[in-house]
């Protein structure tokens, strides 16, 4: 059963940082695309970053590029998203997404084939 475990959300101040992990566990996932995304109340859900199979690619929300950074360890099936330089527009919940191909060019997240619990991401103003 493939499973995917988020952490590290939570509430901070704007002009912090958090760190999301995120552990995929069930069944090897060394070829698959890992990433995030994110929604936030009222909002659709949108794509934040993603990272390639080998961690040599990575993709980002114009939004977030500068601040935010994905990383991923192979042998621990698990990928990470560093948030630095929070803003209030960052808060939303942030889920994990595993697929096969391009999570970027999956756009909302149709089509994503395995997805993790969400976790909270708060910045107070």
């Known amino acids: 059963q493939v499973q995917l475990v988020e952490s590290g959300g939570g509430l901070v101040q704007a002009g912090g940082s958090l760190r999301l992990s995120c552990t995929a566990s069930?069944?090897?996932?060394?070829?698959?695309?890992m990433g995030w995304f994110r929604q936030a109340p009222g909002k659709e859900r949108e794509f934040v970053s993603d990272?390639?199979?080998?961690?040599?690619?990575?993709n980002y929300a114009d939004s977030v590029k500068g601040r935010f950074t994905i990383t991923r360890d192979t042998a621990k099936n698990t990928v990470y998203l560093q948030m630095n330089g929070l803003k209030p527009e960052d808060t939303a919940v942030y889920s994990c997404a595993v697929s096969s191909g391009s999570i970027r060019a999956l756009g909302g997240g149709a089509g994503v084939a395995y997805w993790g619990q969400g976790t909270q991401v708060t910045v107070s103003s």
């Open positions: 990272v390639s199979p080998g961690g040599r690619f990575t």
């Open positions: 069930g069944r090897p996932f060394s070829s698959y695309h």
